[in-house]
């Protein structure tokens, strides 16, 4: 994963993300289809980045 490469990816998923929910934010009813829809597109964009295996990534963990 190069420097550069990161930052792109990010910025790529990002504004993905931010469009995605500045068109589900008018609406009252969203379809699982179209969350669906964003996740994948989201996933697409992160997978496609070289992942280094001797870098650790710390995950937040989530919570209900």
């Given at each position: 994963m190069t420097d550069t490469a990161e930052?792109?990816?990010i910025?790529?998923?990002l504004a993905v993300?931010?469009?995605g929910l500045s068109?589900?934010?008018h609406r009252?009813?969203?379809s699982?289809?179209?969350v669906a829809d964003l996740l994948l597109d989201v996933?697409?964009?992160l997978a496609s980045v070289e992942v280094d295996p001797d870098v650790a990534v710390e995950v937040p963990a989530v919570t209900g």
């Open positions: 930052p792109k990816i910025h790529d998923a993300i931010d469009r068109e589900m934010l009252e009813l969203v699982t289809d179209e996933r697409m964009l």
